[in-house]
């Protein structure tokens, strides 16, 4: 049977518009992904977390392929095939990481042939890595800011798609900087996400070829 599409968007015809948000906490990404009408058609999470009750109350499919196994022998390629055999099963065609906490292996970006995307709370390349924000703070700079980029298999690498500045005020704190971050966030991640996956299809001249003219940056 069929799995049912989401209630809130529009699913293109191109399967490659088809959109899965990978989500591992709170959601708040994917709340702001959901409200922005992008044409998500699944919310893949690898552990219990609130980003299921908010894909839930969406109706939108999760596919949850928890990983159980946190030690250094965990089994990174074999977890990565299961997660692309669940996004398999709802036509994925673009993927959008939102707080997704497991480091996939190299074997699932080429499946989705240069679509997939990442934010970041700093200003890459500058501060890469889970622990940005306080290593912002402990530098002592006075600005960071947020990062939208396609993920490769580097860490917080790939080519940068949008970019902002954010101020860091004396007296922050983790939390503080974090969620100034997060609000400018939760604009630049739809907006770039819709455009990209606008741009999925056309040629630059508005012909509408098929080509994918981002994929093949």
Same mark, same amino acid.
């Given at each position: 049977m069929a799995s049912p599409e989401p209630?809130?968007?529009?699913?293109?015809?191109?399967p490659r518009r088809r959109l899965a948000v990978l989500a591992s906490g709170t959601g708040t990404i994917l709340e702001a992904l959901i409200a922005a009408g992008l044409p998500i058609v699944v919310v893949g999470v690898d552990r219990p977390c609130r980003a299921v009750q908010i894909a839930e109350a969406a109706q939108i499919p999760v596919a949850a392929v928890e990983r159980r196994d946190f030690s250094a022998s965990f089994d990174r390629e074999a977890y990565t095939v299961a997660l692309v055999?669940?996004?398999?099963?709802?036509?994925? !065609?673009t993927v959008a990481m939102a707080g997704f906490a497991?480091?996939? !292996?190299?074997? #699932? #970006?080429?499946?989705?042939? !240069?679509r997939v995307l990442n934010?970041?709370?700093?200003?890459l390349p500058a501060y890469r890595g889970w622990h940005a924000v306080p290593m912002v703070l402990a530098a002592g700079e006075t600005a960071t800011g947020c990062t939208v980029h396609l993920a490769t298999s580097e860490v917080d690498d790939g080519p940068i798609l949008a970019q902002e500045r954010v101020p860091v005020y004396?007296?922050?704190?983790?939390?503080?900087?974090h969620e100034r971050i997060k609000g400018v966030e939760?604009?630049?991640?739809?907006?770039t996400i819709r455009a990209f996956i606008a741009s999925i299809g056309a040629a630059p001249d508005g012909t509408g070829a098929t080509t994918d003219e981002r994929g093949r940056r």
């Open positions: 209630a809130h968007g529009t699913v293109a015809e191109d055999e669940a996004l398999a099963a709802h036509r994925v !065609g497991t480091v996939l !292996g190299p074997a #699932f #970006f080429p499946v989705f042939e !240069g934010t970041h709370p700093s200003l004396p007296g922050d704190t983790e939390a503080t900087l939760r604009r630049l991640y739809p907006a």
